[in-house]
């Protein structure tokens, strides 16, 4: 068993929604980066973050964790704020909808929807842009054997850090110790 962590649930829900090769381009929603301006989009825009987990059971082997997911909705360039709530209604109920006691074909409970929240500030509406968060709750669990230090070692020699010239470290740091050496 591998323990899924929030990024596979982020790309299982990306494939799903964006990059399904068997639904048609205009009937995908388009992949946004909210932490970019948007200045355009020919179709709904949509971005997944699975934000918060909480521990819910903590045994001697084994942890459940309770993972918050929010799927941000962004709908641009409609003539109307009232044809903007026309058209973003029906895509948090499609959304609510389609994931409703969904696995995603990973080891997790299945999803449930909690809540959705406008969170279109001024800035969006001067751009003429809608601004929903659609959140879900799921559930993994994992055990000691499944995370170790080697999967954290995995990851660490997996990421590329640019090299800047800066050393972490100026000397070796005897840890439990207040002398260094």
């Known amino acids: 068993m591998n323990t899924v962590i929030a990024s ?3 790309a299982a829900l990306k494939a799903k929604f964006i990059e399904d090769p ?3 381009d205009e009937k995908k929603f388009k992949a946004i980066d909210v932490q970019k301006e948007i200045v355009a989009l020919s179709r709904p825009g949509l971005s997944w973050a699975v934000i918060e987990g909480k521990d819910s059971k903590i045994t ?3 942890i459940e964790e309770t993972m918050k997911i929010i ?3 962004a709908v641009k360039n409609v003539a109307s704020e009232e044809e903007r709530r026309k058209t973003m209604a029906p895509l948090v109920r499609y959304l609510q909808v389609a994931l409703l006691d969904e696995d995603l074909d ?3 409970d299945p999803i449930q929807p909690t809540r959705w929240d406008e ?3 001024p800035a969006n509406l001067e751009g003429k842009l809608m601004v929903v968060e659609v959140q879900f709750e799921t ?3 994992f055990t000691k054997e499944e995370v170790s230090f080697h ?3 995995s990851i660490f020699h997996s990421i590329v850090f640019p090299d800047t010239g800066e050393t972490a470290l100026e000397s070796d740091t005897v840890f439990n110790s207040s002398e260094e050496v």
């Open 8 to 10: 596979d649930i982020e």
């Open 22 to 24: 068997n639904i048609p």
């Open 60 to 62: 001697s082997t084994c």
């Open 71 to 73: 799927g941000t909705i």
């Open 106 to 108: 990973l080891d997790i």
């Open 119 to 121: 969170v279109t500030t």
């Open 139 to 141: 559930a993994v669990e």
């Open 151 to 153: 999967t954290l070692d």
